[in-house]
């Protein structure tokens, strides 16, 4: 039955790839300062084998103290290889981080790509991962971002992950909320009837960048009717961001989040809009599964799960972004190649890392040899659309490299009320153009 499940899963997960897939991740928060480093030593335990160290340089600051910790269980598993791990994630630019590392030399031997443009930029840098173990049971959604047009792969799937609305089951129950909201109307009706309830809806972290010019910005790329096709016709110039219907419904979206938020969405960043969810001050909070151990530590109790983010009422508008938020790559000239990628197998074959992977990160696993359990109440919403095809693609990996900041500014400045919203969609058409 596992298999079978994980077999129309795949089938699922590949209609949203082929409608227009990616992801960054882009998620996470500060910079984490080098944990447990040490230089190159013999360990006489081993004998006279020489210790390697392997440099792994990540943005998932959500999972930064658990994937510590495994690695701790991996090194006692392999006494001959040390790990030095680094994480920047969040309101820190774990890309323009990593460019720095390499344009200085320090040249981490595992780190972060999101396939797609991002691979076409990095690939030079990347080894070849197509023949290693892990790869017959990966699920092919988790293939297409970091799959070359010759077929090579070049990177392992972080996991899959979803993203919308969080909610406070019982917040809504309070405010007599009965059935969750599928459109921007109903949308409409609950955050009104939260309000007249005492209940701030919204906890808005407008000052991240890729909370809103990345996975808000998506929706409305996701809700073209070809997102791919869209996304094409940009850099083509026979699409326009100005008088598309979506991105004019995108308004909507915007205006309600902030006028039924938190007060100053604008410095409001991703610890603190999660943290106000997460202690019951806000409904709802704009974040994605990756939150899920965040809240949970914050409010062992909480009841939550997701509700779509629509822009319209639209049949298709009752749809959450799901796709592969990130992968693992690995440097081609790392001195410690093999030992790297012996790390990455073990992190997806082992009992160890498995368990880490679905009970200490909460991650839906995108390997078919992974059974998904304990996922938490996020993880579960996740799958319970991905089963109803109740999907849209993650599309902001094939947006020109850079573009999303631009639009991020874009709309902060709309919401301080310096520039009209007619004005976003000309900037970021001028973004679109300069950068494509």
């Given at each position: 039955?596992?298999?079978?499940?994980?077999?129309?899963?795949?089938?699922?997960?590949?209609?949203?790839?082929?409608?227009?897939?990616?992801?960054?991740?882009?998620?996470?928060?500060?910079?984490?300062?080098?944990?447990?480093?040490?230089?190159?030593?013999?360990?006489?335990?081993?004998?006279?084998?020489?210790?390697?160290?392997?440099?792994?340089?990540?943005?998932?600051?959500?999972?930064?103290?658990?994937?510590?910790?495994?690695?701790?269980?991996?090194?006692?598993?392999?006494?001959?290889?040390?790990?030095?791990?680094?994480?920047?994630?969040?309101?820190?630019?774990?890309?323009?981080a990593l460019k720095a590392k390499f344009a200085s030399g320090e040249?981490?031997?595992?780190?972060?790509?999101?396939?797609?443009?991002?691979?076409?930029?990095?690939?030079?840098?990347?080894?070849?991962?197509?023949?290693?173990?892990?790869?017959?049971?990966?699920?092919?959604?988790?293939?297409?971002?970091?799959?070359?047009?010759?077929?090579?792969?070049?990177?392992?799937?972080?996991?899959?992950?979803?993203?919308?609305?969080?909610?406070?089951?019982?917040?809504?129950?309070?405010?007599?909320?009965?059935?969750?909201?599928?459109?921007?109307?109903e949308l409409q009706d609950a955050v009104k009837k939260l309000e007249?309830?005492?209940?701030?809806?919204?906890?808005?972290?407008?000052?991240?960048?890729?909370?809103?010019?990345?996975?808000?910005?998506?929706?409305?790329?996701?809700?073209?009717?070809?997102?791919?096709?869209?996304?094409?016709?940009?850099?083509?110039?026979?699409?326009?961001?100005?008088?598309?219907?979506?991105?004019?419904?995108?308004?909507?979206?915007?205006?309600?989040?902030?006028?039924?938020?938190?007060?100053?969405?604008?410095?409001?960043?991703?610890?603190?809009?999660?943290?106000?969810?997460?202690?019951?001050?806000?409904?709802?909070?704009?974040?994605?599964?990756?939150?899920?151990?965040?809240?949970?530590?914050?409010?062992?109790?909480?009841?939550?799960?997701?509700?779509?983010?629509?822009?319209?009422?639209?049949?298709?508008?009752?749809?959450?972004?799901?796709?592969?938020?990130?992968?693992?790559?690995?440097?081609?000239?790392?001195?410690?190649?093999?030992?790297?990628?012996?790390?990455?197998?073990?992190?997806?074959?082992?009992?160890?890392?498995?368990?880490?992977?679905?009970?200490?990160?909460?991650?839906?696993?995108?390997?078919?040899?992974?059974?998904?359990?304990?996922?938490?109440?996020?993880?579960?919403?996740?799958?319970?659309?991905?089963?109803?095809?109740?999907?849209?693609?993650?599309?902001?990996?094939?947006?020109?490299?850079?573009?999303?900041?631009?639009?991020?500014?874009?709309?902060?400045?709309?919401?301080?009320?310096?520039?009209?919203?007619?004005?976003?969609?000309?900037?970021?058409?001028?973004?679109?153009?300069?950068?494509?």
């Amino acid at each position: 039955m596992k298999r079978l499940f994980f077999l129309f899963l795949t089938m699922v997960f590949a209609v949203t790839i082929v409608a227009a897939c990616s992801s960054d991740d882009t998620g996470g928060t500060e910079t984490d300062e080098e944990v447990d480093t040490g230089e190159e030593t013999t360990d006489a335990a081993s004998g006279d084998e020489e210790v390697v160290t392997l440099n792994f340089f990540q943005f998932k600051v959500e999972i930064a103290d658990q994937l510590q910790e495994m690695l701790k269980e991996f090194e006692a598993e392999h006494p001959n290889i040390k790990v030095n791990l680094e994480t920047v994630g969040g309101g820190a630019d774990y890309g323009a981080a990593l460019k720095a590392k390499f344009a200085s030399g320090e040249k981490p031997d595992i780190f972060n790509n999101g396939g797609f443009n991002e691979l076409g930029l990095w690939k030079e840098h990347l080894a070849d991962l197509s023949e290693e173990p892990w790869v017959e049971n990966l699920l092919p959604i988790g293939k297409v971002p970091m799959t070359d047009e010759d077929g090579k792969l070049y990177g392992m799937p972080v996991n899959l992950e979803g993203y919308g609305f969080v909610y406070n089951k019982d917040l809504f129950e309070k405010a007599g909320i009965t059935e969750p909201p599928t459109n921007m109307s109903e949308l409409q009706d609950a955050v009104k009837k939260l309000e007249e309830n005492g209940i701030t809806a919204f906890a808005a972290g407008y000052a991240e960048w890729w909370v809103i010019g990345q996975h808000l910005l998506n929706i409305p790329f996701a809700q073209q009717e070809d997102p791919v096709a869209f996304i094409e016709g940009l850099s083509a110039g026979t699409e326009s961001f100005i008088g598309n219907k979506q991105f004019e419904e995108f308004q909507t979206l915007i205006d309600t989040e902030i006028k039924y938020g938190n007060p100053n969405p604008l410095t409001t960043d991703y610890n603190t809009q999660v943290t106000l969810f997460a202690s019951g001050e806000t409904a709802m909070l704009q974040q994605g599964n990756w939150t899920e151990n965040m809240i949970y530590e914050i409010n062992p109790e909480m009841n939550m799960a997701f509700l779509p983010i629509p822009i319209n009422d639209a049949e298709g508008a009752n749809r959450i972004p799901v796709g592969v938020p990130n992968n693992w790559a690995l440097n081609k000239n790392s001195e410690n190649l093999e030992e790297a990628k012996l790390l990455l197998d073990w992190m997806v074959s082992s009992e160890t890392g498995q368990r880490y992977m679905t009970e200490e990160f909460a991650f839906i696993p995108a390997f078919d040899n992974i059974e998904p359990t304990g996922l938490g109440a996020l993880g579960e919403s996740i799958l319970e659309y991905s089963v109803e095809d109740k999907t849209i693609p993650w599309t902001w990996f094939r947006w020109p490299d850079g573009a999303n900041q631009d639009f991020a500014a874009a709309i902060q400045e709309y919401v301080a009320g310096q520039i009209e919203y007619e004005e976003v969609l000309e900037k970021f058409q001028a973004t679109w153009d300069n950068l494509k």
